[in-house]
């Protein structure tokens, strides 16, 4: 990005636009808390899970906030491909909700760190943000815990859309690798180590999470699990 991110604020600034993203009509908030008007959010709320932690269970934890489809399938598309970054914000606010939801799970994993999916470079050059990214920003602020950046995606993969779940794992075979960086930092800490939890903005099969894991993981680096703002339907 060409230019230097202080906080929400000039995230705001440089993207609040006046009219709700998703059905463009004048967002009646004047706050720059909640993007979208107030039928629109009515609308997405409605897509929350009644029980984000359900699937918070072994080989792979996830905590999602909502299902994925209707007015958040619109939302997250209006993030991704319609240039709409600022409806990460309320995404990321209700992600950390349900994770504030479920205290028992972050007393369990103390302490944390929270890691975004990364998109591979040219990705997020030509959509100009990583969606993830701006989502664990929003989490992290509501949910006080620190975000790092510990992964990187060094080879761009094909879309995943459309392809068996076999030829989906081999498209990302390798295409997370741990920033040394990070790694070298929470390795050599002398206090307890810190425990990632991953972000994203959908979980669908679970691949995408599962290479992240299997990086970090096999770089001595534990995982606690993946949230995610929202999971699919068949996974339900
Ligand atoms: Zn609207």
């Known amino acids: 990005m060409g230019y230097k991110l202080n906080g929400w604020n000039s995230l705001v600034d440089l993207f609040l636009k006046a009219e709700c993203p998703l059905c463009q009509r004048p967002a ?7 993007c979208l008007c107030q039928d629109c959010e ?8 009644p029980q984000p932690s359900k699937f918070w269970q072994p080989p792979l934890p996830v905590l999602a906030w909502g299902e994925y489809g209707g007015t958040l399938k619109r939302s997250l598309a209006a993030l991704k491909y319609h240039n709409q ?4 914000r309320l995404l990321g606010r209700y992600l950390a909700e349900a994770w504030l ?5 972050a007393r369990s994993l103390q302490p944390l760190v929270v890691v975004p999916i990364p998109l591979h470079a040219s990705k997020q050059k030509q959509r100009g943000y990583n969606q993830a990214e ?16 510990g992964l990187r995606r060094d080879r761009a993969t094909e879309a995943q859309f459309g392809l068996t779940p076999e030829a989906r794992q081999q498209n990302l075979a390798d295409a997370f690798c741990v920033d040394q960086r990070f790694s070298k930092r929470e390795l ?8 990632v939890l991953l972000v994203d903005d959908i979980y669908t099969t ?5 290479s992240a894991v299997q990086v970090l993981r096999q770089s001595g680096i534990s995982v606690g699990g993946i949230l995610a703002v929202a999971k699919a339907v068949q996974n339900v």
């Open 28 to 34: 009646s908030t004047a706050s720059s808390q909640d």
């Open 134 to 149: 701006l989502i664990t920003r929003a989490f992290c602020d509501r949910s006080r815990l620190p975000m790092a950046h």
């Open 188 to 195: 050599s800490r002398t206090e307890t180590s810190r425990t």
């Open 101 to 105: 939801d479920s205290p028992a799970i």
């Open 85 to 88: 970054p600022q409806v990460a």
């Open 206 to 210: 679970g691949t995408t999470a599962r």
């Open 42 to 49: 009515r609308q997405l709320y409605r897509c929350r899970l």
